[in-house]
């Protein structure tokens, strides 16, 4: 399996991440494996079952007198051959009121080093950002101050220009209502560009574009709501969408307290088209305040990088792995309230 691994990364170096993302589909096939809750069609346990590396977390702020003293919320990792790319959110209160953006490359998905002493757009708010590549540009979307989303465009990924709020509109063509629109996620396929995003938390909207210009919601209420279980009855938001042998997945994060006060857990839903989505009977995957999750396409299959409130990886674990069930997959406490 490591032989094909590494054949892989020879053969996905240098493209698009779907393409790549597909390419570790068709060589790891363990990532097809039943899944003992009964979701083993719908949900391969290859990425349903988590044990954390054991050196945890493997990328930190950078502390006091840092601009980047806390890292907080999404960030993204893409793999281009051996090169793996983290943009992430850096603050520090004592400095500025800003979140802004910083970068860390690795060789290894594992050691991490800044790429830059200063956040890569010092006069902007850019947090709870999503990274694509798409025919040699990388595209991102971010919350920009107000959790109002954003759009920013680079050609190396460090130099980041065309800062602009994101225009969303109803299915009637209005401009959605005011208020907060964040956690923005993109997918793109067939000539169509897909916007994920969420209103307070409290659903997970989808509008399509053709050019990223002007977005249209597909409907005017959520494509995946809350509840009705307890886990995530009270907050949601997408990180990710990944497509495994033609269906759709989104890993999102969700909240079990009305107050937020409690963890943000990591969870799991499917898709044949992008609308209609089935949450995973097992969600959460991932016990513990370990948010904005994201699946990186890898040797052993899939990675599981949390971001929030640091960056800490965590691997595919066996059917009879007997990881500490408080930080991987620890069963859902169904009758949370």
């Avoid at 363990?30 to 809750?37: E, F, K, L, Q, R």
């Avoid at 500025?96 to 800044?114: E, F, M, N, P, V």
Wanted: one cysteine or more.
């Amino acid at each position: 399996m490591r032989q094909a691994g590494e054949t892989l990364g020879l053969i996905c170096a240098g493209w698009d991440i779907s393409v790549a993302i597909l390419c570790a589909i068709l060589w790891c096939p363990d990532i097809v494996s039943a899944d003992p809750t009964g979701d083993a069609i719908d949900f391969p346990s290859g990425i349903t079952r988590w044990k954390p590396y054991s050196e945890n977390p493997v990328f930190v702020g950078g502390g006091t007198g840092a601009w980047d003293e806390r890292i907080r919320e999404r960030g993204t990792i893409l793999r281009e051959g051996d090169t793996w790319h983290f943009w992430y959110t850096g603050y520090n209160l004592s400095q500025s009121d800003l979140r802004r953006l910083g970068y860390a490359t690795s060789k290894d998905g594992i050691h991490w080093q800044r790429q830059s002493k200063k956040p890569l757009v010092p006069d902007e708010w850019v947090e709870d950002m999503h990274v694509v590549k798409h025919d040699g540009q990388y595209i991102m979307v971010a919350e920009g101050r107000g959790d109002l989303a954003h759009m920013l465009t680079s050609k190396d990924g460090i130099h980041w220009s065309g800062y602009r709020k994101l225009d969303v509109r109803k299915t009637t063509g209005e401009p959605i209502s005011a208020g907060p629109y964040g956690t923005p996620t993109l997918w793109y396929e067939n000539g169509l560009w897909y916007l994920f995003y969420e209103r307070g938390d409290r659903g997970v909207w989808l509008a399509t574009s053709a050019d990223r210009k002007v977005w249209t919601n597909v409907q005017d209420d959520p494509v995946i709501s809350l509840g009705p279980a307890a886990y995530d009855r009270y907050a949601i938001a997408v990180n990710q969408i990944i497509k495994i042998n033609n269906r759709y997945y989104a890993l999102y994060h969700a909240n079990a307290d009305p107050r937020w006060r409690g963890d943000w857990r990591m969870c799991l839903a499917v898709s044949d088209d992008l609308v209609r989505w089935k949450k995973y009977s097992g969600n959460p995957i991932l016990e513990g305040d370990y948010s904005s999750g994201q699946l990186v396409p890898c040797h052993e299959g899939y990675r599981l990088y949390t971001p929030h409130p640091q960056l800490r990886v965590f691997f595919p674990a066996p059917l009879n792995d007997s990881t500490n069930p408080s930080e991987s997959v620890r069963p859902v406490e169904k009758d949370i309230e």
